[in-house]
């Protein structure tokens, strides 16, 4: 018989490939719904649904209790958040890959079609395209609403994740992209 710390370890081994199975059945079911929802919208809702999952089996196999005491406990969970966090995060890579990488969808782009010319590329892969895709994924996620012809936050996690991005290039001495420091609040 295995140990509830040896059982959690497969748990927690198996989030990526979990996170996969439920982003399939989240992204179909939001489409089946008729909401138009990127790859990176469900893949968060995906994840934060695998943690509930993740969070309800630790407290099955006895790893989350509070009858080992508060530090066991947090302890524990705090195991548990940054294992599932670092799978999450890998997750996240892939879908990255998977939606943003121009890389990739250049090459499946051709692969797809047999053959492209390059002024089909061209125009599909200009700055316009590139920026319209990238407001429609903020505004899937919820973190922009478009009033058209302008754009307004709505959303503040992902812009918090951002600012700590910034302060991070800001402290290894990574200038800004031009655009932003023009318009960066000073």
Do not use: C
């Amino acid at each position: 018989m295995s140990s509830p710390l040896a059982a959690m370890l497969g748990v927690l081994s198996l989030a990526p490939i979990g996170i996969l199975l439920l982003h399939v059945v989240v992204h179909r079911v939001l489409s089946l719904r008729g909401r138009q929802v990127t790859g990176h919208a469900s893949g968060v809702r995906a994840i934060a649904l695998g943690l509930v999952v993740v969070l309800i089996a630790a407290v099955g196999l006895d790893i989350l209790s509070a009858r080992r005491g508060i530090v066991d406990a947090a302890a524990a969970a705090l195991f548990v958040g940054i294992a599932y966090g670092a799978m999450a995060l890998l997750y996240v890579n892939a879908i990255n890959i998977a939606e943003t990488s121009l890389t990739m969808h250049t090459l499946l782009e051709i692969w797809w079609a047999g053959e492209l010319s390059g002024d089909t590329l061209y125009g599909k892969y200009n700055a316009a395209h590139m920026v319209r895709v990238r407001m429609e994924r903020l505004v899937s996620l919820g973190q922009i609403r478009s009033d058209p012809p302008r754009y307004f936050l709505a959303g503040r996690w992902l812009l918090h994740f951002a600012q700590a991005v910034d302060l991070w290039r800001k402290a290894i001495g990574v200038p800004s992209p031009a655009i932003l420091s023009q318009h960066a609040p000073q």
